[in-house]
C-alpha cells in the first residue's frame, strides 16, 4: 500500500490516504529497452526480465561523456543489464538522466520526485526514486532519510545489496542504509535526473515497509526561484492494465504536494551513530578495561571536532567475537544539524587500518580526526577486516508534520483479507477474489504462492459477477467495490473496481460514491427537469400522442418542494401535533411520508388536540395537497393560481416523489375546463384491492401488519439484483357492492418500471385464498383446523399512479378521468390518463401522481381543450427565495400541438446530460483542442449548477458524484501572485483578531476565464520557519475568488520580529486522492513580520467652544 498526508502525530505511522500499488509489470511503448536492436525478442507489453543476461541498455564510458560535446558518441556499447536496470533507461534519450515512462511521459517531473514500483517475471518488487525531470532549468540537493521496518531491519539489507541502481553521474551523491535505517543525499543540475533503484525488495511472506522524508529546507529550493529543488513534492506513479492489453495501459499518478512529503526537524532529532570493527581472528583484550573504554570514548568526542555539549560515547569491544563497537548518541542538540551527523559519520569511517595491535588500530581510527595529544595506545592484537557505519533516528518518524511517504508491504495474505468484497479485491494487482456460493460472498486471497482457492477475479479477468448482474444505478451503487458507468453500453453498466482501476478498460465514466435516499439528499442524487417547444412543431395534431421521444427547445431545471412552507394548514391550523412529539412543525423535518388530513372539508386535524372524525392517514403529498379545508373542494396549498394550470413536484421524507397537478385558483371570479391527456412511461406503481371477510376487524394494529406482509410478500418476488420495495401503502376505502366490509388498497411503489412489471405479473397470479395467505388475512377453524381465507373478493391489479383526482361538488359538473396502461418491448410500463374537469368560480381542481420511482420515469401532460386559463405555471423550489417559484407559458405551449410539457426524472448523470446538452448552447468549438470542444457557455452552465461537473475527456456534463482523473486542462508553470500586509484598524481587533499577516493572492487573468478549468483551481498556502523550515500555517483547498482580482487568506499566530517563508501553489482540486493535483509553480516570498501598531486611542472629546460675547450695545 502506498500511504501519505498523515494527520496525526507522525509516530502513529497512520495516514488519511492509502492506495495499492500497482507496479509496472511490462515494458510500456516507447521505452527506450526496445529502440536496441539487441532487444527485439522484447515488445511493448513485454515482462520485465528478472535475470541481467538477456536485456541490453546503452553505455558510455566516462571519457565519452566528458569530451565537452553534450551528445550521443555513435560508438556507444551495449552491455546486458538486469530488467528492472533495463526499465530505469539510465542516459537514453537524456543523457545522465532516468528515462522511464516511455509514450506515457506526461512530462509533469519538474521539480517533483518520481516515485513508483515494478515486478519483475519472477514477481520481484523494485522501489524506483528520480529526482526532478531533465533539462527542467533547474538544479538541486537534497537529503532524504529512508526507514524500513520488518524485513528490511536485517543486517543483510545494506546500501550495496539493497541498491540495485544508483544513479550518481558526477560523484557527489551519497548513499547509507543498514538495519533499516537510511540517509541519501543527492545533487543534480538543471541537465540531468538523479536517483535509485531499491530491489529486489523482500518476497511476499515477509512485511517490510519503506517510509521516505525529504528535507524541507533543500526540497524547498531557492526562494527566489520557484523553479528549483523539488518544490513540488512527490508524485507517485501508477502503472494501470487491468485486462493486459497495451493499447489500453495508463499510467496514473497522485500528487503529494511539498508539506506532506518533507519533513523540516529531523536534522535536530535524536540520532545515533554507530561504527562497527570486525577483527579478523581471536583477541585479547588484556589491558584494555574500563578505563581505557572510557578514555578512547573520550578521544572519539574529541576526533568528532564538533561541539556536541549533550553527546554521548560508548565502547564496546566483545573479544568472543573480535566485534568492536564505537556508539555516538545525540540527544536533540539545538545547535547540531543534519550536516553536523554527517561530518561525523564521514569521519568515522574514514580510516585504514593495517596493525593488529587493538590500540594501534583504534589510535589508527583515531588520525582520521587529528588525533589530539596525550594518547598512548597500549595491549591487544587484532586486524581490521570490514567495517560498517549505521547512521540511525531513534525516533520511528521523528516529527515530520505529515509522516511523508510509505510503502507498506504486508504479508500479501494479511493484506489482501483487508478487502471484504470482490470489486476492491480484484482491483488490487496483488490480490484474487475466490467467489463464494453467492457472487456477494468469497475471500480475498494473494495471487502469490501455493493457494489452496479458486481465484474466480484475478489477472486480465477482473470483473466481478457481484456487480455485473446488477442493470441499474442505485443498486449496483449498494453493492460494494461497484461503479456505475452511465454513459456505456445501452442504458449504463455496471463493473467492478476503484477510481483509476475499473476492472474494464474504455469506460466513459464511472460513479463510485453508494446513494442515499432521503429526503435531505433527495435531490442530490436524483433529479427532474422539464422539457417544453416555445415554437410550433411541424407535423403535430390536437390529438393524444407518445410526446416522450419528440425533441423540445427549451429544458428546465425541476427542483421538488420538501417541506410545507410557511403559511400552509400543515404548518398553521392543521399542525398534526401527535406525529411532532406535541410540538409544532419545523420546516427541517421535511413533508413526512404519511401524514394525516380530512378530505371531506370537515376541519383541521390536530389544532389543540382537537381532531375531526373525517381525519385519515394519507401521504404527505396528499396533505400537502390541503384539500378542501379552509376552501371547500379546492386545493389549500397556496400554489394554486388564476387561471392557470400549475404543476409541481412534492418529495417526502421517505425520498418518494409525486407530481402535483393545481388547475385554477379558488375564489378568482370565474370558473372553466379542462381536458388533459396525460402519458407516462415508466410507471411503478402496483395497487391490489380487496375486500375482506366480517369477522376482520382491521384495527390499526392489525392494518401495521398487513403493510408489512404486503411489503414482505413483494421482497421476495423481486430480484436478488434490485433493490427493495420503496414502500407499501394502505388505503380504506369503500365498496358499494360489499357495504359495511373493510375493502383496503394496498399501493405498492416500486424501485423500477421492470420491476413493477414483475410485482403485477406475480400478483395477477393470485386468488382470494392464496393471497389470504400470502399477506396473513385468515384464521383457523376451531373444528377442522383448516385454515379460512380472510379475504372474501381480490381485485386485479392496476398500475394507476393517481392517488387523488378532485372531484365535482355538483352535479352539473363533470370531473372523470379514464386510465389505460400498456408494457412495451423492454418491459417499461406505460399508462394513459385522460382526464376532464369543470369548476365554478368557487373552487379549484387538481390530481396528485405517484410515487415516482428512483430509477427513469417521464410523463408528458398535453392541453387537448380549455376555456378561462391563459397559463401553464411550472411550480418549483427556488433555493435563493425559500419559497415556490415558477416557469410561466403561455398555456398554448402546453398543447397537444406543441407536444404538451415533458417532465422527466432520473438519476444526476441523465439530469445533466440533459439539462446542459450542447444542442442548447450553440456556438463556435474548435474539435482539435480537448478544452475547445465546447462552447464556454455550456461548460459554465454545467459548472454554475452544484450536482453537475463538465468533464471535457470524460461525457461532457456529468454527475458530481463522478470520478474524473483529468479535466484535460494543462499543468501551470506560472506561478500565481503573492503580496502579503497586515490588517489594521478596529476590524483588525475584532473579527480578524487572530489575523498576523494576510496573504493577497491573484491567478493570471487569462487562467480565470477558461472552463472547466477556472472552476477547479484550488490554492494552497504554507508557511515555514525561514530558518528551521518548520511548519507553522498550511491552508488547502481554498476555491479562488474568480468573480475578484484577489483571494485573501488570514494567516495566524505568527511572531512579530521573526522572518518566514511563504509558498503559494494553484493547483487542480482532486476528489479522489486529495484537494490537489498538477500544482503550479509556487510563488515565494519571504517576509519578516512587522510589530503591530498598538490600537489607536479613542478621539479626544472636541474643545468646549469660546464664550459667546456679550451682547452688543450701542454707545449713548
Given at each position: 500500500m502506498w500511504k501519505w498526508a498523515g494527520e496525526t502525530a507522525s509516530s502513529s505511522g497512520v495516514f488519511t490516504l492509502e492506495r495499492p500499488i500497482h507496479p509496472a509489470r511490462a515494458f510500456p511503448p516507447g521505452h527506450p529497452t526496445l529502440t536496441i536492436a539487441q532487444n527485439s525478442p522484447l515488445s511493448a507489453g513485454s515482462l520485465i526480465p528478472t535475470d541481467d543476461t538477456t536485456v541490453f541498455s546503452r553505455f558510455w564510458t566516462n571519457e565519452q561523456l566528458s569530451i565537452g560535446a553534450w551528445g550521443y558518441p555513435g560508438d556507444f556499447q551495449t552491455r546486458t543489464t538486469s530488467g528492472a536496470a533495463a526499465f530505469y533507461a539510465y542516459n537514453y534519450p537524456y543523457m545522465l538522466s532516468a528515462n522511464p515512462f516511455g509514450d506515457f511521459n506526461d512530462n509533469g517531473q519538474w521539480n517533483m520526485v518520481s516515485l513508483f514500483t515494478i515486478r519483475d517475471s519472477s514477481l520481484q518488487l523494485y522501489a524506483f526514486w528520480i529526482n526532478d525531470m531533465p533539462w527542467d532549468d533547474s538544479a538541486g540537493t537534497i537529503d532524504v532519510r529512508v526507514r524500513g521496518t520488518g524485513a528490511l531491519t536485517n543486517p543483510s539489507f545494506t546500501d550495496e545489496s539493497l541498491l540495485l541502481l544508483e544513479n550518481d553521474a558526477f560523484g557527489k551523491d551519497d548513499y547509507q542504509f543498514y538495519r533499516g535505517n537510511g540517509l541519501f543525499r543527492w545533487k543534480w543540475l538543471a541537465c540531468c535526473t538523479t536517483g535509485m533503484v531499491m530491489g529486489p525488495l523482500p518476497n511476499e511472506e515477509e512485511g517490510f515497509s519503506i517510509n521516505w522524508q525529504m528535507l524541507c529546507k533543500q526540497a524547498g529550493g531557492d526562494a527566489n526561484r520557484p523553479n528549483s529543488g523539488l518544490v513540488q513534492g512527490i508524485r507517485i506513479y501508477q502503472w494501470a492494465n487491468p485486462t493486459g492489453a497495451v493499447a489500453n495501459m495508463r499510467l496514473v499518478h497522485y500528487d503529494i504536494p511539498l508539506p506532506y512529503a518533507c519533513d523540516a526537524t529531523y536534522d535536530a532529532a535524536v540520532w545515533a551513530i554507530s561504527q562497527t570493527i570486525v577483527l579478523d581472528g581471536a583477541v585479547t583484550c588484556d589491558g584494555f578495561g574500563t578505563a581505557e573504554r572510557a578514555e578512547f570514548a573520550e578521544l572519539v568526542a574529541a576526533w568528532t571536532n564538533v561541539d556536541i555539549t549533550s553527546a554521548n560515547v560508548a565502547v564496546w569491544v566483545d573479544c568472543d567475537t573480535a566485534l568492536v563497537t564505537v556508539h555516538i548518541r545525540i540527544s536533540q542538540p539545538a545547535s547540531v544539524f543534519l550536516s553536523d551527523i554527517t561530518t561525523i559519520a564521514d569521519r568515522l569511517r574514514s580510516y585504514t587500518v593495517s596493525n593488529n595491535n587493538l590500540n594501534v588500530a583504534l589510535s589508527q581510527v583515531g588520525n582520521a580526526f587529528v588525533n589530539p595529544p596525550g594518547y598512548e595506545p597500549s595491549g591487544c592484537d587484532a586486524t581490521v577486516d570490514r567495517r560498517r557505519l549505521d547512521v540511525i533516528s531513534e525516533i520511528p518518524f521523528p516529527s515530520a508534520p505529515y509522516g511523508g511517504v510509505t510503502l507498506d508491504c504486508k504479508v500479501c495474505a494479511d493484506h489482501c483479507a483487508q478487502w471484504n468484497n470482490c470489486g476492491e479485491c480484484a482491483a488490487d494487482s496483488q490480490c484474487g477474489w475466490a467467489e463464494g456460493a453467492t457472487p456477494s460472498a468469497g475471500n480475498c486471497v494473494s495471487v502469490y504462492g501455493p493457494d489452496a482457492y479458486d481465484i474466480s477475479y484475478a489477472g486480465t479477468s477482473r470483473c466481478c459477477s457481484a456487480c455485473s448482474r446488477h442493470s441499474y444505478e442505485h443498486s449496483c451503487l449498494g453493492e460494494p467495490g461497484c461503479g456505475w458507468a452511465p454513459l456505456d453500453g445501452a442504458r449504463g453498466i455496471c463493473v467492478s473496481g476503484v477510481p483509476d482501476f475499473p476492472c474494464q478498460d474504455g469506460l466513459i465514466n464511472v460513479i463510485w460514491e453508494p446513494p442515499t435516499h432521503d429526503s435531505i439528499t433527495h435531490r442530490e442524487i436524483h433529479k427532474t427537469w422539464v422539457k417544453y417547444n416555445s415554437v410550433l412543431p411541424v407535423g403535430l395534431g390536437n390529438e393524444c400522442f407518445d410526446f416522450h421521444d419528440l425533441s423540445f427547445d427549451v429544458v428546465k431545471r425541476f427542483e421538488p418542494i420538501?417541506?410545507?412552507?410557511?403559511?400552509?394548514?400543515?404548518?398553521?391550523?392543521?399542525?398534526?401535533?401527535?406525529?411532532?412529539?406535541?410540538?409544532?412543525?419545523?420546516?427541517?423535518?421535511?413533508?413526512?411520508?404519511?401524514?394525516?388530513?380530512?378530505?371531506?372539508?370537515?376541519?383541521?386535524?390536530?389544532?389543540?388536540?382537537?381532531?375531526?372524525?373525517?381525519?385519515?392517514?394519507?401521504?404527505?403529498?396528499?396533505?400537502?395537497?390541503?384539500?378542501?379545508?379552509?376552501?371547500?373542494?379546492?386545493?389549500?396549498?397556496?400554489?394554486?393560481?388564476?387561471?392557470?394550470?400549475?404543476?409541481?413536484?412534492?418529495?417526502?421524507?421517505?425520498?418518494?416523489?409525486?407530481?402535483?397537478?393545481?388547475?385554477?385558483?379558488?375564489?378568482?371570479?370565474?370558473?372553466?375546463?379542462?381536458?388533459?391527456?396525460?402519458?407516462?412511461?415508466?410507471?411503478?406503481?402496483?395497487?391490489?384491492?380487496?375486500?375482506?371477510?366480517?369477522?376482520?376487524?382491521?384495527?390499526?394494529?392489525?392494518?401495521?401488519?398487513?403493510?408489512?406482509?404486503?411489503?414482505?410478500?413483494?421482497?421476495?418476488?423481486?430480484?436478488?439484483?434490485?433493490?427493495?420495495?420503496?414502500?407499501?401503502?394502505?388505503?380504506?376505502?369503500?365498496?358499494?357492492?360489499?357495504?359495511?366490509?373493510?375493502?383496503?388498497?394496498?399501493?405498492?411503489?416500486?424501485?423500477?418500471?421492470?420491476?413493477?412489471?414483475?410485482?403485477?405479473?406475480?400478483?395477477?397470479?393470485?386468488?382470494?385464498?392464496?393471497?389470504?395467505?400470502?399477506?396473513?388475512?385468515?384464521?383457523?377453524?376451531?373444528?377442522?383446523?383448516?385454515?379460512?381465507?380472510?379475504?372474501?373478493?381480490?381485485?386485479?391489479?392496476?398500475?394507476?399512479?393517481?392517488?387523488?383526482?378532485?372531484?365535482?361538488?355538483?352535479?352539473?359538473?363533470?370531473?372523470?378521468?379514464?386510465?389505460?396502461?400498456?408494457?412495451?418491448?423492454?418491459?417499461?410500463?406505460?399508462?394513459?390518463?385522460?382526464?376532464?374537469?369543470?369548476?365554478?368560480?368557487?373552487?379549484?381542481?387538481?390530481?396528485?401522481?405517484?410515487?415516482?420511482?428512483?430509477?427513469?420515469?417521464?410523463?408528458?401532460?398535453?392541453?387537448?381543450?380549455?376555456?378561462?386559463?391563459?397559463?401553464?405555471?411550472?411550480?418549483?423550489?427556488?433555493?435563493?427565495?425559500?419559497?415556490?417559484?415558477?416557469?410561466?407559458?403561455?398555456?398554448?405551449?402546453?398543447?397537444?400541438?406543441?407536444?404538451?410539457?415533458?417532465?422527466?426524472?432520473?438519476?444526476?448523470?441523465?439530469?445533466?446530460?440533459?439539462?446542459?446538452?450542447?444542442?442548447?448552447?450553440?456556438?463556435?468549438?474548435?474539435?482539435?483542442?480537448?478544452?475547445?470542444?465546447?462552447?464556454?457557455?455550456?461548460?459554465?452552465?454545467?459548472?454554475?449548477?452544484?450536482?453537475?461537473?463538465?468533464?471535457?475527456?470524460?461525457?461532457?456534463?456529468?454527475?458530481?458524484?463522478?470520478?474524473?482523473?483529468?479535466?484535460?486542462?494543462p499543468r501551470q508553470r506560472l506561478s500565481p501572485e503573492i503580496a502579503l500586509f497586515s490588517r489594521t484598524g478596529e476590524e483588525a481587533y475584532g473579527v480578524h483578531s487572530n489575523s498576523t499577516r494576510v496573504v493577497r493572492a491573484a491567478i493570471p487573468g487569462f487562467l480565470t476565464t477558461t472552463c472547466p478549468c477556472n472552476m477547479e483551481y484550488r490554492l494552497l498556502l504554507v508557511v515555514y520557519n525561514f530558518h528551521t523550515y518548520q511548519q507553522v500555517y498550511l491552508k488547502q483547498d481554498l476555491q479562488p475568488r474568480l468573480d475578484h482580482t484577489y483571494t485573501f487568506i488570514d494567516v495566524p499566530c505568527l511572531e512579530p520580529g521573526r522572518t518566514y517563508v511563504f509558498y503559494l501553489y494553484n493547483c487542480f482540486h482532486q476528489r479522489d486522492v486529495g484537494p490537489f493535483d498538477d500544482c503550479s509553480q509556487p510563488a515565494i516570498l519571504i517576509d519578516t513580520v512587522p510589530f503591530k501598531p498598538p490600537m489607536p486611542p479613542p478621539f479626544e472629546p472636541p474643545s468646549p467652544l469660546p464664550p459667546m460675547p456679550p451682547p452688543f450695545t450701542p454707545p449713548p
Open positions: 420538501t417541506s410545507y412552507p410557511e403559511g400552509h394548514p400543515k404548518n398553521t391550523i392543521a399542525v398534526n401535533q401527535a406525529l411532532w412529539d406535541g410540538g409544532w412543525y419545523d420546516t427541517s423535518i421535511g413533508i413526512p411520508h404519511e401524514d394525516t388530513w380530512c378530505t371531506n372539508g370537515d376541519g383541521p386535524d390536530g389544532l389543540n388536540g382537537w381532531r375531526a372524525s373525517c381525519v385519515e392517514k394519507l401521504y404527505g403529498a396528499e396533505a400537502y395537497y390541503a384539500y378542501g379545508f379552509p376552501d371547500a373542494w379546492s386545493t389549500n396549498s397556496g400554489a394554486a393560481r388564476h387561471e392557470s394550470v400549475v404543476v409541481m413536484q412534492v418529495v417526502d421524507t421517505l425520498g418518494e416523489g409525486f407530481l402535483l397537478l393545481l388547475v385554477d385558483k379558488a375564489h378568482d371570479g370565474s370558473g372553466g375546463s379542462l381536458d388533459l391527456c396525460i402519458t407516462m412511461k415508466g410507471v411503478s406503481t402496483v395497487s391490489f384491492s380487496a375486500v375482506f371477510q366480517r369477522w376482520i376487524t382491521f384495527t390499526e394494529g392489525q392494518e401495521a401488519i398487513y403493510k408489512q406482509n404486503v411489503l414482505d410478500w413483494a421482497n421476495s418476488k423481486v430480484s436478488a439484483t434490485s433493490e427493495q420495495i420503496s414502500s407499501v401503502k394502505i388505503v380504506r376505502g369503500r365498496n358499494s357492492e360489499y357495504p359495511g366490509l373493510f375493502y383496503i388498497t394496498a399501493r405498492i411503489a416500486c424501485f423500477s418500471a421492470v420491476q413493477a412489471d414483475s410485482i403485477y405479473d406475480e400478483l395477477a397470479q393470485l386468488n382470494r385464498a392464496s393471497a389470504s395467505f400470502a399477506f396473513g388475512i385468515f384464521q383457523t377453524d376451531p373444528t377442522t383446523g383448516s385454515p379460512i381465507a380472510g379475504i372474501l373478493s381480490l381485485e386485479m391489479p392496476t398500475t394507476d399512479p393517481v392517488i387523488f383526482f378532485d372531484d365535482t361538488y355538483s352535479d352539473r359538473l363533470r370531473n372523470n378521468y379514464k386510465y389505460t396502461e400498456s408494457t412495451d418491448a423492454d418491459y417499461i410500463l406505460r399508462g394513459q390518463i385522460d382526464a376532464h374537469w369543470e369548476w365554478d368560480a368557487c373552487c379549484s381542481d387538481g390530481l396528485i401522481i405517484g410515487p415516482t420511482p428512483a430509477t427513469a420515469w417521464s410523463v408528458n401532460i398535453a392541453v387537448k381543450a380549455y376555456t378561462n386559463l391563459d397559463f401553464f405555471k411550472i411550480g418549483m423550489y427556488n433555493a435563493e427565495k425559500e419559497g415556490v417559484g415558477y416557469y410561466t407559458l403561455p398555456i398554448t405551449y402546453a398543447t397537444a400541438s406543441y407536444g404538451g410539457v415533458l417532465i422527466e426524472g432520473g438519476t444526476l448523470t441523465e439530469y445533466c446530460q440533459t439539462v446542459y446538452a450542447a444542442p442548447l448552447f450553440p456556438g463556435v468549438v474548435d474539435p482539435s483542442n480537448v478544452l475547445t470542444s465546447f462552447t464556454q457557455n455550456q461548460c459554465n452552465a454545467c459548472m454554475d449548477d452544484a450536482v453537475c461537473v463538465f468533464a471535457p475527456l470524460n461525457g461532457g456534463c456529468v454527475s458530481i458524484f463522478s470520478y474524473q482523473e483529468s479535466y484535460g486542462c
